[in-house]
């Protein structure tokens, strides 16, 4: 599987994006997939994930009630749509897989493949 995260850009703050991460490879909808961030001189953190038939999701607190993990498996899709958008969601996210028939974790060690990052910049 290999992954490209599109959709970053800059927003004013309590706008929103949308985040797409197209997967290529037969497996992917086998993967569990989770968004992550890191914003400069801080670790990646864990955002959002969602398991292979989409029936489990899981978000950090800090983006809970604002951004909505998606995937569509006919499009080998996931999609990150982020609302009311803080200066504190500034940073680069990444899309992961986690290979295969598992549930997504909250621990960037546990994903296999990533993708890379796409920029999101809020303003306030």
């Known amino acids: 599987v290999q992954l490209q995260a599109s959709g970053g850009g800059l927003v004013q703050a309590g706008g929103s994006l949308r985040l797409s991460c197209a997967a290529s490879g037969r497996i992917f909808g086998s993967c569990a997939m989770g968004w992550f961030r890191q914003a400069p001189g801080k670790e990646r953190d864990f955002v959002a994930g969602?398991?292979?038939?989409?029936?489990?999701?899981d978000y950090a607190d800090s983006v809970k009630g604002r951004f909505t993990i998606s995937r569509d498996n006919a499009k080998n899709m996931v999609y990150l749509q982020m609302y009311s958008l803080k200066p504190e969601d500034t940073a680069v996210y990444y899309c992961?897989?986690?290979?295969?028939?598992?549930?997504?974790?909250?621990?960037?060690?546990?994903?296999?493949?990533w993708g890379q990052g796409t920029q999101v910049t809020v303003s306030s």
């Open positions: 969602i398991s292979w038939d989409g029936g489990v999701t």
């Open positions: 992961a897989a986690r290979a295969a028939y598992v549930l997504p974790t909250r621990s960037s060690d546990d994903y296999d493949i």
